[in-house]
């Protein structure tokens, strides 16, 4: 992957390789169906809906009864920004007439960008919980591949949000 | 008159009992530099302020990002919800 830059019309690009946009594509179906299941016992889902009132769970469950829906449903579109633009891209790739193995040229507008941004917040705590990521110094497993796919993640978010930052 | 002065204590209860915050707590998951440019869009925080409240967030573990009535901090609890970043709301300590 080459990390996002921002460009002279004030949109923000990033190179990724082919196996790259798969993992992107892969996950972010998953994410969309977790947030379209909306089980109410799944960790991830609690944390991507955490308490608003720790010590009261009466009005924790009232904050969520009346924000939950649309929270969920800005976070499913969010994600599907992502795949829109994958796959927008990579028809742009096809035409080009690269090779199958061609790397992928992502640009986003801003408001893309702001989607990006938070779906890949969401993807990296969805992977924590399910790494058993909930404090300082949490790592999840050294070497496994959901571990790396994780820092790259982080990787991929960290060089977008420095890049928006100097749009 | 007696009756007038309780109901103006009664107020004066009200009007303080009306004060909360909105608080962003430390996570292991969400970047430095997301956090701060969350506070920076959404709150419209001058780079130093975003900074200097991130960075309470990192190393005391929380920081108080907003004062007010208690619907206006729970549409900023939702939003930073959507933003991903644990954030809850409390009486304020007056």
Redesign the interface.
Same mark, same amino acid.
Do not use: C, K, Q, S
């Given at each position: 992957m080459r990390a996002f830059t921002v460009e002279d019309d004030g949109t923000v690009s990033a190179v990724l390789a082919i196996d790259e946009v798969a993992i992107l594509v892969d996950l972010t179906g998953q994410i969309s169906d977790l947030l379209q299941e909306n089980p109410q016992d799944d960790d991830a889902l609690r944390r991507l809906l955490p308490d608003a009132y720790p010590d009261d769970r009466a009005a924790s469950a009232e904050f969520r009864r009346f924000t939950a829906p649309g929270l969920l449903d800005r976070k499913s579109a969010t994600a599907s920004v992502i795949l829109s633009t994958l796959s927008n891209s990579n028809a742009a790739r096809a035409e080009s007439g690269l090779g199958a193995e061609a790397p992928t040229i992502v640009r986003l507008d801003p408001q893309q960008a702001q989607s990006w941004l938070t779906a890949l917040g969401d993807l990296r705590l969805v992977i924590a919980a399910r790494l058993g990521i909930v404090k300082d110094g949490d790592e999840g497993e050294p070497g496994a591949v959901m571990t790396e796919v994780y820092d790259w993640l982080g990787y991929v978010q960290g060089s977008l949000v420095e890049a928006m930052d100097q749009a | 008159m007696p009756q007038t002065l309780e109901r103006t204590e009664l107020r004066e209860n009200t009007v303080l009992n009306t004060l909360w915050v909105t608080i962003v707590w +430390?996570d292991?998951? +969400?970047?430095m +530099?997301?956090v701060s440019?969350v506070f920076r869009s959404y709150f419209g925080f001058s780079k130093e302020e975003a900074e200097h409240k991130m960075l309470q967030v990192h190393n005391e573990g929380r920081s108080v990002v907003a004062t007010g009535p208690r619907e206006a901090m729970?549409r900023h609890?939702?939003a930073m919800?959507?933003?991903?970043l644990? !954030?809850?709301? !409390?009486k304020a300590d007056v």
């Open positions: - | +430390n292991p998951v +969400n970047l +530099n997301y440019f729970e609890v939702e919800h959507g933003y991903g644990l !954030a809850t709301v !409390a």
